[in-house]
């Protein structure tokens, strides 16, 4: 497995942390081991362009999945097959404003979002309350196995 991390913003990013947590979602998934992908940090004047240029919504949010191959889940039986999986670009400025709302840290904000973005990249959605369920339940269960395997839950 391949995951890229660059960091574009003056936030202190634990790269290891982040291939750690795609790399748990990967297996979890059952993912080819020779998948790829990559995780942009990125400010909220980058994010903002990118928020308006592929969704044509102001401001900045706090992440966006751009999808490749279109790979899909694959059993243990039947692993997903090689490809590019897609990007990721996190803001951890507007990750950091969520979490202090949501009473936890701003690196357990950001490990979701990578779940929940991978999820997307995988074909994973929530624009319907069942499709909601199926994805949050899943992103939570993936999330609290990587920080169980850590000792950070």
């Not at 904000?109 to 973005?117: A, K, N, V, Y």
């Amino acid at each position: 497995m391949t995951i890229e991390i660059r960091n574009e913003t003056t936030y202190t990013v634990d790269e290891t942390e982040f291939v750690d947590c795609a790399r748990s979602v990967f297996e979890a998934m059952h993912l080819h081991p020779a998948t790829e992908m990559s995780i942009l940090f990125v400010d909220e004047d980058a994010m903002e362009k990118l928020h308006v240029q592929w969704l044509d919504l102001p401001g900045p949010t706090d992440v966006m999945s751009f999808p490749m191959d279109e790979l899909i889940p694959g059993t243990a039986e039947h692993p997903a097959p090689e490809g590019l999986l897609g990007d990721v670009v996190l803001c951890p400025s507007v990750a950091a404003k969520q979490a202090a709302e949501a009473g936890h840290s701003a690196i357990e904000e950001m490990l979701l979002l990578t779940c929940h973005s991978i999820l997307h990249l995988l074909g994973y959605d929530h624009m319907e309350e069942e499709e909601r369920k199926v994805m949050f339940d899943l992103q939570r269960t993936l999330l609290l196995t990587f920080l169980a395997s850590r000792g950070k839950s």
